[in-house]
């Protein structure tokens, strides 16, 4: 069974910098996608960043420049978040896609104070 654990949200000011990380365990091939998504109240849930095991990342527009994703190996992935705006405030969930099945993570708080 694959579990992902998400580590690195918090509290943070406009133009501060946060770093995000998952690692998943259970049974893991190296050929898979990760990637983060997001959630704000009252809003949908959104992609924010992926990175695929040959490392070709897609962002969404509003992080672009600001944002980045990086893996270690197949298990683990990094958000760095720089810049960081109000409007970034959501719950961040880490998603592993692996023959085509999703698995998410529990989430993780990022709040970002004006």
């Known amino acids: 069974q694959v579990q992902l654990v998400e580590s690195g949200g918090g509290l943070v000011q406009a133009g501060g910098s946060l770093r995000l990380s998952c690692a998943a365990s259970?049974?893991?091939?190296?050929?898979?996608?990760m990637g983060w998504y997001r959630q704000a109240p009252g809003k949908q849930r959104e992609l924010v960043a992926t990175?695929?095991?040959?490392?070709?990342t897609n962002y969404a527009d509003s992080v672009k420049g600001r944002f980045t994703i990086s893996r270690d190996n197949a298990r683990t992935v990094h958000l760095q978040m720089n810049s960081l705006k109000p409007e970034d405030t959501a719950v961040y969930y880490c998603?592993?896609?692996?023959?085509?099945?999703?698995?998410w993570g529990q989430g993780t708080q990022v709040t970002v104070s004006s």
């Open positions: 998603n592993l896609v692996l023959h085509s099945l999703d698995y």
């Open positions: 259970g049974t893991i091939f190296s050929i898979n996608t």
């Open positions: 990175i695929t095991s040959g490392a070709y």
